[in-house]
């Protein structure tokens, strides 16, 4: 039935068509022009169109900042996190400062310069000194951008420690995460995927002695104030650690290892208490009480974000970030490798 | 005087050779294995629209999952079948539809339909000669074109499903079934689609470089090429230097996949079977992919600008401004785009310091986009703007360019990219620059050259309605995806329920949703107008727009060899628009200069 419906809808809509075509073709005879042929009235309406949508672009942009600038991430939970929201603020107001300006200009040029049939447009091909302003501005301000991006990756990429960080191996595979402590020693067995079997599940060397120590996590708790080195290897896939709390992410890749480094600055609980995050968490737990879903209480959360097969989607796990004596405590309750092998 | 009235009376003979071995033309001649550049560039434009419409309406579908996860609609088991079980999509269905959706946007539609179509319809016509270099090869190019499209529709059908680790195929999930069943047969007869495309595109660039390059007419400088040609000259260039490493990639991958190779593979443990491959690096496939993936987005670009650098000139009745400079910016931007695809990968663990070499490299591309952008701009500046579709769109296309051009400084941004990498920034980032700037060029060169191609004026008035619901919809559907992508939400996640944090993203992903929704069916809109006019449409005059360029000098009935006399002469550039001296607004490239007369 639905499909008879379909049927005859899409013949009315292709029979509308054919009479608004001779509708336009009969009005233009009327006219004594070709249908095709652009009138100095279709220019005034498409004039005034262009400045319209220019007006509109430029009042939803501001509509949509005011509207949804609060559901983007709230305030970096990590130290490097704050030099990273500097940069993305001011790189962003760069582009938005040129988007709400050219952008105006264009339509407002499209809307002056409509044509008339009694008009003739200026000859005007080039204008060397124009040319060389809008290659030597942009290039002074991608200066600027370049430079200070590259000082803050570098500084991001290659920290320096005054105190050792703590190592923590992420794990990935299809579709979950494991998390495996350094131990005492804060320096992990050897592992590799090859040497998975049966209850050694992310593969641990058992003869090496660094890794006797090393306890396998399905959550990650942090120290507040400590800087944390992770290293990722995946089982499988390639994954994609993704923190957006913290600002960081790193891809997971089978056959090699790779890091990241940074120092969680705000504990959950302090999190939980934020005022933008309190907000935020009040208007997601509206949406899910209308839907009959449990409350949410702020958490990190680790994502997968490089596409990994069916359940990509839902690939995570918790994290915690705390003070060093709750840490110190959840450590100690956790098994190590020599204990559970 | 007595060279040309024997020039004349040369080509005369020649044509009436020609119009003799050609009257044995029969249907198969003609619409099917065709050597005629105008017929192939039709057979290009038509493959393409029938991928876009495929390709636009798999959008739909998964748009309709996004703002509805886990809702049932009929529809979804009528298109999709066991994929959507009571209407409600499968997620390896879901990582399907996305990856063929880029898959045919980006090489079927955006590469082979976009410049497959009008370097083929334009090169002769606007350079002044009487076909392609190789008219034969051009057959072959535009076949291997069509036999790659077959396959990749028929990988749809296949009992697993068709390829579905994302467009860019990485390995290990490309190159192991169990990993997902889309990299089973699926992925084999993607593999095999895009190898007969790159065959198919190496060839055609070849053969447009080749054309360009020797058959250009008497007085046909560089200097004086249409930025058109330019654009799909540098285009093929392209093309020929990158497409081969893909294709290398893709081998190498067929090797790991049916030969127990281990390029890209290595300690891999997948659905509890510890494979043997040991010693190859996936990063290895990232690095040859992103070898041509990041010269392909321009190779999907400059034609869409080439277009909209001849459609600007010719409706706002002036000259390109700075036409040197708009050649600059396409040789520099070429250049670039050879040394920035690292800028895909800051995050999968390289050196930093190789990481801020890219940076640099990739933001140094926005200063000849700027150039650029500000060029458009000042063509329009004092115009006399003549608003056919065709300079709607390609006004649209310089307000997509620049706002999807702005996002590029962020992601192109080492230290930036790492919280936005993959997420909706990047969707919204590329789709806006990219994917409408190139579509926007595509439907400027299609409103504006139908009457070249079927001798018949498409209607105005639809394409105005086409382009306003297209615009609107199109700036509604990407930018709200800048938000959701801040927001943190990765892109092609089936649902992001999972996530209370992103519960609140829900009303925007609806709103997207409708505009894509509305924004797919207004190119219906397009489609029938198309087929309409091809038919029904008024007949064309010889130069619709009153345009300078070569091919308005040519019979509106195709012939074979272009023009039925001498092939015309030309005297200047192709943007003597409004010269003073003139009575007439257009000075046609054909035009001797006056006494006296400078040249541009």
Known sequence: ?341 | MADHAHDHAHDHAHDDHHDHEHHVDNFWTKYVFSIDHKMIAKQFLVTGMFMGIIGVFMSMLFRLQLAWPGESFPILETFLGKWAPDGVMDPNMYLALVTIHGTIMVFFVLTAGLSGTFSNLLIPLQIGARDMASGFLNMISYWFFAASSVVMVVSLFVETGPASGGWTVYPPLSALPQAMPGSGAGMTLWLVSMTLFIAGSLIGSLNYIVTVINLRTKGMSMTRLPLTIWAFLVTAILGVLSFPVLLSAALLLVFDRSMGTSFYLSDIMVAGEMLTNQGGSPILFEHLFWFLGHPEVYIILLPALGITSEVIATNSRKPIFGYRAMIGSILAIAFLSFIVWGHHMFITGMNPFLGSVFTFTTLLIAIPSAVKAFNYITTLWKGNIRFTPAMLFSIGLVSTFVAGGLTGIILGDSALDINVHDTYFVVAHFHIVMGLSAIFGMFAGVYHWFPKMYGRMMNKSMGYLHFWLTFVSAYGVFFPMHFTGLAGLPRRYYSNAEFPIFDELQDINVIITMFAIGGGIAQLIFIFNFFYSMWRGPKAPQNPWNSNTLEWTAPVEHIHGNWPGAIPEVHRWAYDYSKPGYDEDFVPQTTPLKDGEHAH
Not at chain 1, 46 to 60: E, P, T, V
Request: glycine share 4%; net charge neutral.
């Open chain 1, 1 to 341: 039935m639905s499909g008879i419906m379909t049927l005859i809808v899409l013949v009315l809509a292709v029979l509308t068509a054919l009479q608004l075509i001779r509708i336009f073709e009969l009005s233009s005879k009327a006219r004594q022009t070709a249908e095709y042929e652009v009138t100095d009235r279709d220019n005034n309406n498409q004039g005034w169109l262009m400045l319209l949508f220019g007006f509109g672009l430029i009042a939803s942009f501001f509509w949509m900042l005011n509207a949804w600038l609060p559901v983007t991430l709230p305030k970096p939970a990590s130290a490097h996190g704050t030099d990273y929201d500097n940069l993305m603020t001011i790189s962003m107001l760069v582009i938005i400062a040129m988007f709400v300006l050219v952008q105006p200009i264009l339509f407002y040029f499209a809307w002056k310069y409509r044509g008339a049939k009694d008009r003739k447009a200026t000859y005007y091909e080039h204008n060397n000194r124009l040319e060389f302003i809008w290659t030597i501005v942009p290039a002074v301000v991608l200066a600027v951008l370049i430079i200070y991006g590259m000082t803050t990756w570098s500084n991001v990429m290659n920290p320096k420690n005054e105190q050792e960080p703590l190592v923590i191996e992420v794990y990935a595979q299809q579709f979950k995460w494991t998390a495996r402590y350094a131990g005492q020693d804060n320096q992990l067995g050897y592992a590799n995927v090859r040497l998975i079997k049966d209850a050694n599940v992310i593969g641990v060397d058992t003869l090496d002695t660094k890794g006797g120590d090393d306890k396998i996590t399905t959550e990650i708790h942090l120290p507040v104030g400590r800087p944390v080195l992770f290293k990722f290897r995946s089982q499988d896939v390639i994954h994609s650690a993704y923190f957006p709390h913290f600002r960081a992410q790193m891809n997971c890749v089978p056959g090699m290892t790779t890091q990241f480094q940074f120092t969680p600055t705000v504990t959950t609980a302090e999190m939980r208490q934020d005022a933008e995050v309190q907000a935020k968490v009040a208007r997601i737990n509206k949406i899910r009480t209308e839907k009959g879903l449990e409350a949410y209480a702020y958490d990190y959360v680790l994502l997968c974000n490089k596409i990994c097969g069916s359940a990509h989607y839902n690939m995570q796990m918790n994290i915690v970030v705390e003070s060093e004596a709750e840490y110190a405590k959840w450590l100690t309750e956790q098994k190590t490798v020599a204990e559970t092998l």
